[in-house]
């Protein structure tokens, strides 16, 4: 049960595994591109191509969707990023339960954005939890963990593909070892909440400090994409890494480096509206940067 790329590595590595998939579920088609016509998720591609049955239901509230997830007399049921609430019918009906994996260190970061918020949060490191699923938001008794570190350099899209594949490795582990595994309860100190990414987030504001700016614009890279102007223009700020320099909030020192409240940040990648991502270089080609930014 999964939607999105990240939900992917776990599918192939059960499948690898040799474990019989006797259903795949995951969001319906939606509207995208210019057409806006309805494009299949990246899980539901995966499966077609694999030769698995896929559904697709609006919501698992529904008696009938409940009673179809009942009569597949699963073992076990593995949720990563499905994106719909699973109620206690759902819960229920397989036979070892429902298995979520988490990318986070449980307690910390449950909740729907847990590897942006690491990042912005300026956490040391993250990781994935394989989680008993409850009926509480990310609350079950955790089965395994595996910890990484959050390099200064790294964006939600490095630790996107980073922790996909240890949640891959950390199920197939998990299911292998079930029997012998001893769920520990979350621990009732240090729990945080990722709340959703809201895009009124995205607007850097050049005054706070430099490690701030530099922590949001990894943290929301690739999406939504921290921005600012530029001659009237949004541009997103992709990569930053923390510089030497000061001066006026906003004020482009050289190059791009840009001072904050605090310190300076330097912009590695920017993408301009339209366009592809760009190195610094390529992208001040194109570009006079004024002396303030927005």
């Not at 630790?159 to 070892?177: E, F, P, T, W, Y």
């Not at 009124?200 to 994409?225: C, H």
């Given at each position: 049960m999964g939607t999105p790329d990240f939900s992917v590595a776990a599918l192939d590595a059960l499948v690898e595994a040799g474990h019989e998939i006797v259903a795949v579920y995951c969001q319906p088609p939606r509207p995208a591109g210019r057409g806006k016509k309805d494009r299949p998720s990246p899980v539901q591609l995966r499966a077609e191509g694999l030769g698995l049955q896929v559904r697709y239901p609006k919501t698992l509230r529904d008696p009938i969707a409940q009673a179809e997830f009942g009569d597949l007399k699963a073992d076990l049921a593995v949720v990563v990023a499905y994106g719909l609430i699973l109620p206690r019918e759902i819960l229920d009906a397989p036979k070892r339960g429902c298995l979520n994996i988490h990318a986070s260190l449980l307690p910390r970061w449950?909740?729907?954005?847990?590897?942006?918020?690491?990042?912005?949060?300026?956490?040391?490191?993250?990781?994935?939890?394989?989680?008993?699923?409850?009926?509480?938001?990310?609350?079950?008794?955790?089965?395994?963990?595996?910890?990484?570190?959050?390099?200064?350099?790294?964006?939600?899209?490095?630790?996107?593909?980073?922790?996909?594949?240890?949640?891959?490795?950390?199920?197939?582990?998990?299911?292998?070892?079930?029997?012998?595994?001893?769920?520990?309860?979350?621990?009732?100190?240090?729990?945080?909440?990722?709340?959703?990414?809201?895009?009124?987030?995205?607007?850097?504001?050049?005054?706070?400090?430099?490690?701030?700016?530099?922590?949001?614009?990894?943290?929301?890279?690739?999406?939504?994409?921290?921005?600012?102007?530029?001659?009237?223009?949004?541009?997103?700020?992709?990569?930053?890494?923390?510089?030497?320099?000061?001066?006026?909030?906003?004020?482009?020192?050289?190059?791009?480096?840009?001072?904050?409240?605090?310190?300076?940040?330097?912009?590695i990648q920017a993408q301009r509206s339209g366009k592809r991502p760009m190195k610094t270089d390529e992208f001040l080609n194109g570009i006079s940067l004024p002396e303030m930014l927005n």
């Open positions: 449950r909740g729907a954005a847990p590897i942006h918020r690491a990042i912005m949060a300026g956490d040391a490191e993250t990781g994935v939890c394989i989680m008993q699923m409850d009926v509480g938001l990310d609350t079950g008794p955790v089965l395994l963990r595996q910890a990484t570190k959050i390099g200064d350099g790294d964006t939600t899209a490095d630790l996107h593909d980073r922790l996909s594949q240890i949640g891959a490795g950390l199920i197939v582990d998990c299911i292998a070892r079930l029997d012998d595994l001893a769920p520990e309860a979350q621990p009732e100190s240090g729990v945080s909440y990722a709340s959703k990414i809201d895009k009124g987030e995205a607007r850097v504001d050049w005054s706070v400090s430099a490690q701030d700016v530099d922590r949001q614009i990894r943290g929301l890279s690739p999406f939504p994409g921290a921005w600012c102007e530029i001659n009237g223009e949004r541009v997103k700020l992709l990569r930053s890494k923390l510089a030497e320099g000061s001066g006026k909030p906003g004020q482009v020192l050289d190059g791009f480096r840009v001072a904050c409240g605090t310190g300076a940040v330097e912009i």
